[in-house]
């Protein structure tokens, strides 16, 4: 079945620091999107990307569409400790079948 | 305000017991979702609806069953044959193909 891979798994970070995480895969998506969740609650819509090449930012964050469709990247810049959360990719398929990534757990250190 | 709401938030069963999770949106989108979530892992699709009445199997459809009589509401029923029905689960709708936007979640504990 379709899988996404996303990575780092988790991450350990100074406050003020950048970070990067990404998702890839062997599917073409038409959309992806970015999510975060804090402990405890549901996951929270951050970008939508709907086509390749496209590259969003909302705040300190910064996304984009691969241009092959089949990967993506979230960037946080100078972090701060309330960014820390489970950040999860989803991929949507040609038919609307959306795809998740395991998540990415960060951790901010003040 | 718009959005999705579950109840409720905590819920403890026995084992043998059947549990229903509530999802109401008032968003007006046609498609709902459910999702579980394990700790340290990723969300995976229970069931989904793209209109009333009408819903399909996700990927780990087996002990769960779900209704869906009106546009704003999609409960999840957990059944006794949901061999390891702990879990956070999450309700999510959407327009349909359009982003998801979820609740705020229903942690289940089974005793």
């Known amino acids: 079945g379709q899988q996404l891979n996303q990575s780092p798994q988790s991450m350990f970070i100074q406050e003020g620091e950048d970070v990067s995480m990404n998702c890839t895969s062997s599917?073409?998506?038409?959309?992806w999107l970015w999510y975060k969740q804090d402990p405890g609650e549901g996951p929270v819509l951050l970008i939508a990307l709907y086509k390749a090449g496209e590259l969003t930012s909302n705040g300190r964050l910064t996304a984009q569409f691969g241009i092959t469709r089949k990967d993506s990247f979230l960037n946080i810049s100078a972090s701060i400790p309330s960014d820390v959360g489970i950040y999860f990719c989803a991929g949507q398929l040609a038919g609307g079948k959306l795809i998740f990534g395991q998540g990415t757990e960060l951790s901010v250190k003040p | 305000d718009g959005g999705i709401t579950q109840s409720p938030k905590y819920l403890f069963r026995k084992e043998g017991q059947n549990v229903t999770l509530s999802c109401e949106q008032n968003?007006?989108?046609?498609?709902m979702y459910w999702y579980r979530q394990d700790p340290g892992q990723g969300l995976r699709l229970i069931y989904y609806s793209q209109i009333v009445n009408d819903f399909q199997k996700g990927d780990i459809a087996e002990g769960y069953s779900v209704s869906r009589e009106k546009k704003e509401s999609f409960p999840l029923t957990v059944t006794s044959a949901q061999k390891n029905p702990t879990a956070f689960y999450l309700c999510?709708?959407?327009?349909?193909?359009?982003?998801?936007?979820f609740g705020e979640g229903s942690r289940l504990t089974v005793l």
């Open positions: 599917s073409i998506f038409n959309t």
């Open positions: 999510a709708s959407s327009f349909a193909g359009g982003e998801l936007f």
């Open positions: 968003l007006n989108h046609d498609a």
